[in-house]
């Protein structure tokens, strides 16, 4: 199903709606007007519009209506080990469109060694089945191979594709060298695709686990003991190290601590193109929760990296979304049952990973960062929304409300105050991570494809309504900058005469130079030997009685130097 | 004479100041404090280090073999050597005069006397600055060590005086950081130990510590003793040895072992550069980490990213770049400053400390400095090139001279660069200045004369490391001259556990001192220069500062401009593992971590189809990057699902209606999940 197959929903192109008296507010500024969507978009916006008849009205009495959340990072229906997250496509669907979501991005986990496009189809088709509002996905990358190469092309030019994320953890499994990550990204860089990746050191990982399994600890705190976030903002700081040398967009997702939240800043700051996406877990809660007696509800906060220990860290997270130098807010959303994460009961890493929050995203966010003084509304628009539809290259068909956009809309109430609990949430989970926080902020209406899907606190979503939506290459967001560099960044060499002095003799048995050829699979295949050396210790030793001082050449260098050294003596 | 000493070495038969632990050495000498020319004060000031030599009691034989053939020419006393240090030992300093009788026949040929290892010497009206403090003071020296410093010294008669007119008098200069020996290609450095142990005296550095640069699949142990073998015939200086480690197994734990436990060596540096030849990976290094850390060594640590640098080298290649501006090109500073963020990074999980061997950019340094600031133990070493040069020259239209500017990691290209690491030096964030001092020809460096790739790499710097300090940083009003011995020498000998023996000017220290004069200038140049290559990337330089006299173990070696150095004299110093500069804080963090105790977790647990036994990441996997085998260590998120097959809960209802109350506190298990 693409996005031209809408016209043939005939329940979508009845729908009439104005929306009266509301204050629009997009990323750049707010205003009040109304708003008329027919067909599933956005027709009209202005002051006493002409309207056809037989239009439902909805009175927005003043309050604010922002576009739809885009919950840039979520992991519906995933399989993990013959089991599959509580969450399917239509209930985390459901709860994304109560919580003012009227967009997901999934990811396609391919395993690794399995085909990019057929686990692409298959998200497809449980999507395209399921889903209660409008999705799109990231394939993540979980080998490296010249067929790898070729599928991510079709992903690409022909699948609407641009987002692809790779792996520094899960040593053996999905973890990546750095020639690999190297070779990824000056793909992706050269396709228009946005390299995402999952920032945590995995060797360092897979001995501290062996550490903590050592002493003892078993336990769900050994999952953030054995991942600092030092580990996280190390990986960090490779990242964009490697994205920095080949020129190409980086997106850090799921920023959970402090450290690697200020890596990112550093970055930005120095004019690196980097964008960071801190989650719901990491802006609501905390990681002490992993120390609690109770082990349902420690495993219940598993997800990696882990929620940092520090209780600052939340508050520091919003600080940095506010200032702009974290870019986007996803969830993360990939619920496990407490069944399923007792899989772990006697070893922390058999814990399955991830956490809910794909329902809580916007009213944490409104609670913790616009309630409390450090966002603006616009800039709450901009996180929630715009920028997820800007990286994606979606904006403005989403993220935006103006005329032709897409009717995805939320009337936002900014003073109901609601107590999030797993009693009365939509995930199927039994544990919510933020079980018992009072958030202030929530949406009144919820339109999604023009059609209204919560009004007065009931939700009408409809399975299968979703459409996938395509999102192309080169997103002026994230690759003006980079387009604008590669034109600069043209090295060339210096022109020299021909050194035509004297050149030692060495032995021979070095490698050969570095040919381009050569497969980066780190094979014991000597691509580059400097420094190989044919001196053995069984040799005769250099006589001592060398002259100390060879032929006494000099070579004076007059100022600005001497184009060539013929003369050396 | 080695007959004698090799019975010092056994055990029972050490006289009872010597028998204790050498821990017990410098704690008795600082308690005497500076100006302890009292009695007494020589009872436990004369150690004789050399007899503390660990792993010399071997077959190996010891320097003193070549120090005895100079000895042996000269034979006016019926003493050798030892026995007239023996006789002082044992003698109070004021009825010393019986001994002094020797002396004073030596004292006629006192300036022509090559060896002077007995000669009694006289700094007078100096300023002796150490790191701590400045204060005037004669310094008194016997037997290649200091007896007594202060005012009025009472001295025997005969004594070479030297006058030292207000200057400056500081410990000799340690540079941690050289390669004489460093095949490349099989080929060695024009500077060997000889060259360059002459090259390091002349300005004012009176002790090197040299990489042993093993290949992988060399023998760490026979390589180490080729490097001392050689270095003893031909160094002019003490000298001290880092291990490199070029590959992790087995063998290399037990020589590493062996060579920390028998041969005295306490710093081991390892690569995360040479993707293919040395290069780690970052188990490896963890491994590494975790295992000098429990051997007490300081990691050494080349911080460069090596798979990225392969990977640009031949981007650059690849563009037609082949001069030595590829050079900088294919390792730009991010890839440092990424490396020694990952070293810092492990270091702090393993709990050990790190060295950071030649810091050449601003943001390296950048790194290193703010994670000082969160308390990583990490010490960073510039060299003289990153304080002096900058990476402009890459792109002369000369050849030779662009070549001779590369090493790695390479000179930054930002001009700011000496300066900003200058500052940092100044206030301490970096420690110590080495010079990464390896000196190749021109025609050694035109092997990479088509590919930049196969240019040797180093730069010289170990005889213009100490001025360069000087005249950028202390003649700037960076930094006050305490700093200055601080960096140039004292904290390289704390960081290495040769303090107080070397690095103070205080009772009971090896004489390695410098007479320093600050008003001196002295241009640099390739042709007044001791190293034998051709060219010198400081060529033109003017520095303030330089060194009027040197003297290394107790003998004059250098004076106004005459370099006297006898090759052979340098003494292997063993190092002690556990160096308190480095290792204090590492005890105090060694806490365990517990796990929370919590009752049994007997609610339902979902059935895992087709479990592969997962195994725990076994210490004992060999960690080479190869992925070819693909035994997965930790199966996180693998899965049988399979595209074919109907999902197990296709049809499932959305929610079993398992919902957990969580109580306020937590409850203490969850034995009543429905």
Request: aromatic share 8%.
């Amino acid at each position: 199903m693409s996005y031209q197959g809408k016209k043939n929903i005939p329940k979508i192109t009845s729908d009439r709606l104005l929306i009266k008296g509301g204050r629009i507010v997009n990323d750049d500024q707010s205003f009040h007007a109304d708003i008329y969507m027919e067909d599933g978009l956005i027709k009209q916006i202005g002051d006493n519009l002409i309207v056809p008849g037989g239009v439902k009205v909805i009175e927005a009495q003043g309050k604010m209506v922002i576009p739809g959340g885009i919950d840039i990072h979520t992991h519906f229906q995933m399989p993990y080990r013959g089991t599959t997250t509580v969450d399917d496509f239509a209930q985390g669907s459901k709860a994304a469109l109560a919580g003012g979501t009227t967009m997901v991005v999934d990811h396609v986990i391919p395993d690794p060694g399995n085909s990019l496009l057929e686990a692409y189809d298959q998200w497809r088709q449980w999507a395209d089945e399921k889903a209660c509002c409008d999705y799109s996905l990231h394939v993540d990358i979980t080998h490296w191979s010249d067929s790898v190469q070729q599928e991510l092309e079709c992903l690409i030019k022909e699948k609407g594709v641009n987002s692809f994320q790779v792996y520094m953890a899960y040593k053996d499994y999905y973890q990546m060298t750095n020639s690999e990550l190297y070779e990824v990204f000056t793909f992706l860089a050269e396709r228009g695709g946005i390299a995402q990746v999952h920032a945590e050191n995995g060797e360092i990982i897979a001995e501290e686990q062996a550490r903590m399994l050592q002493m003892g600890i078993t336990g769900p705190e050994g999952h953030v003991l054995s991942r600092p976030e030092e580990l996280e903002a190390e990986a960090v700081f490779r990242a964009i190290t490697i994205a920095s040398q080949t020129n190409c967009p980086l997106y850090v997702t799921r920023v959970m601590s402090k450290s690697a939240a200020d890596i990112i800043s550093q970055a930005r700051k120095k004019g690196n193109v980097v964008f960071g996406e801190p989650i719901t877990a990491s802006l609501g809660t905390d990681g002490t929760h992993y120390w609690s007696k109770n082990w349902a509800k420690a495993a219940s906060f598993v997800t990696s990296p882990p929620l940092s220990p520090d209780p600052t860290t939340p508050d520091y997270l919003n600080t940095l979304l506010s200032s702009g130098d974290l870019s986007v807010t996803g969830s993360a959303h990939c619920t496990f049952s407490v069944a399923q994460k007792a899989i772990g009961k006697d070893d922390f890493t058999q814990i399955p990973e991830g956490v809910n929050g794909v329902e809580e995203r916007m009213a944490l966010i409104w609670d913790k960062a616009v309630t409390s003084g450090k966002m603006d509304e616009n800039m709450f628009v901009a996180v929630t929304s715009t920028n997820a539809a800007k990286i994606l290259n979606l904006y403005p068909r989403k993220g935006r409300i103006a005329v032709g956009s897409d009717a995805d809309l939320v009337i936002w109430d900014t003073d109901s105050i609601r107590t999030i609990t797993a009693k009365t949430h939509n995930s199927a989970a039994e544990y919510n991570i933020f079980e018992g926080m009072e958030l202030r902020g929530a949406p009144l209406v919820v339109i999604c494809q023009g059609k209204i899907v919560l009004e007065d606190g009931n939700l009408h979503a409809t399975s299968g309504v979703g459409r996938f939506i395509p999102c192309s290459a080169f997103p002026d967001f994230a690759y003006k900058r980079v387009k604008a560099r590669k034109q600069l960044a043209v090295l060339k060499a210096v022109p020299r005469g021909m050194y035509d002095g004297p050149v030692s003799e060495y032995s021979m048995s070095r490698g050969g130079t570095p040919s381009a050829s050569a497969r980066t699979s780190p094979t014991k295949q000597p691509v580059r030997n400097l420094h190989q050396s044919g001196f053995s210790l069984a040799g005769p030793p250099a006589p001592d009685d060398i002259p100390i001082r060879p032929a006494g050449r000099r070579i004076v260098v007059p100022p600005g130097g001497r184009s060539n050294i013929t003369s050396l003596s | 004479m080695s007959d004698c000493r090799r019975e010092w070495n056994r055990e029972d038969e050490l006289p009872v100041y010597l028998a204790g632990p050498i821990s017990t050495g410098p704690n008795q000498r600082k308690s005497f404090g500076m100006f302890s020319s009292v009695e007494g004060a020589f009872e436990s000031k004369t150690i004789d280090f050399d007899n503390y030599a660990v792993g010399r009691q071997g077959s190996r034989t010891p320097r003193s073999g070549s120090r005895e053939r100079l000895f042996d020419t000269r034979k006016p006393v019926g003493q050798t050597p030892t026995e007239a240090r023996e006789e002082t030992l044992t003698d109070s300093p004021r009825d010393g005069d019986d001994a002094n009788t020797g002396v004073e026949v030596r004292t006629s040929s006192r300036d022509e006397s090559p060896d002077g290892k007995n000669e009694k010497l006289l700094i007078k009206g100096g300023r002796v600055v150490n790191e701590d403090q400045s204060l005037y003071a004669d310094v008194y020296i016997e037997d290649g060590i200091i007896k007594q410093v202060g005012e009025n010294l009472v001295v025997p008669g005969g004594v070479k005086v030297i006058e030292a007119d207000g200057r400056m008098v500081i410990p000799g200069g340690i540079d941690v950081n050289t390669c004489l020996m460093k095949p490349f290609l099989g080929i060695k450095p024009v500077d060997d130990f000889l060259q360059g142990t002459k090259a390091a005296l002349a300005g004012g550095t009176t002790m090197i510590i040299d990489h042993v640069t093993p290949q992988p699949g060399d023998s760490l142990m026979e390589v180490f003793e080729h490097w001392q073998e050689a270095a003893d015939k031909k160094a002019c200086c003490d000298y001290s040895l880092h291990v490199d480690i070029p590959e992790w197994n087995e063998t290399v734990k037990h020589e590493l072992e062996l060579l920390v436990e028998e041969k005295g060596i306490n710093s081991f540096q390892v690569y995360m550069a040479y993707k293919d030849l040395y290069q780690m990976s970052d188990s490896q290094l963890y491994k590494a980490f975790s295992f000098l850390k429990h051997l007490g060594a300081v990691v050494l640590v080349h911080a460069e990213n090596g798979d990225l640098i392969a990977q640009e080298q031949r981007k650059i290649l690849g563009m037609g770049i082949t001069g030595p501006e590829g050079h900088p090109l294919s390792r730009p500073e991010e890839l440092e400053a990424e490396a020694a963020f990952r070293a810092i990074t492990l270091s702090n999980r393993v709990n050990c400390p790190v060295y950071i061997t030649k810091v050449m950019s601003k943001s390296a340094a950048d790194t290193i400095t703010q994670a000082r600031r969160k308390g990583s133990l990490v010490f960073g070493e510039p060299i003289s090139a990153s304080l002096a040069a900058d990476g402009s020259q890459y792109w002369s239209k000369n050849w030779a001279k662009a070549a001779a500017y590369v090493t790695s990691p390479p000179l930054s290209p930002d001009p700011t660069t000496p300066d900003h690491l200058h500052t940092l030096l100044a206030c301490g964030d970096l420690q110590v200045v080495g010079s990464a001092h390896c000196a190749y020809s021109t025609s050694q460096k035109a092997i990479g004369k088509d590919d930049f790739t196969l240019i040797p790499e180093g730069t010289n710097g170990v005889e213009e490391r100490m001025s360069i300090v000087w005249d950028k940083s202390v003649a700037m009003g960076k930094m006050d001259e305490n700093q200055f011995v601080a960096v140039t020498s004292t904290n390289a000998a704390k960081i290495f556990n040769l303090y107080p023996r070397k690095g103070r000017i205080a009772v009971g220290s090896d004489a390695d001192i410098v007479i320093w004069d600050p008003d001196s200038v002295k241009t640099i140049s390739a042709r007044l220069q001791q190293s034998a290559s051709e060219y010198n990337i400081f060529e033109g330089l003017e520095c303030c500062g330089g060194p009027a006299l040197v003297l290394s173990q107790g003998r004059v070696v250098y004076e106004d401009g005459n370099l006297q150095a006898h090759p052979g004299t340098g003494r292997f110093i063993p190092r002690k593992p556990f160096p308190d500069f480095a290792y204090q804080r590492v005890k105090f963090r060694n806490q365990g971590k517990q796990g929370v105790t919590r009752g049994m977790y007997d609610g339902p647990v979902h059935d895992v189809a087709c479990t592969p036994k997962y195994i725990t990441p076994s210490p004992s996997a060999r960690t080479s990057p190869t992925s070819n085998q693909p035994p997965p260590i930790r199966n996180l998120h693998q899965s049988n699902f399979s595209l074919s097959g109907a999902q197990a809960d296709d049809n499932v209802p959305r929610r079993s209606g398992h919902r957990i109350v969580a109580p306020p506190g937590g409850r203490s298990n969850i034995t009543s999940l429905g």
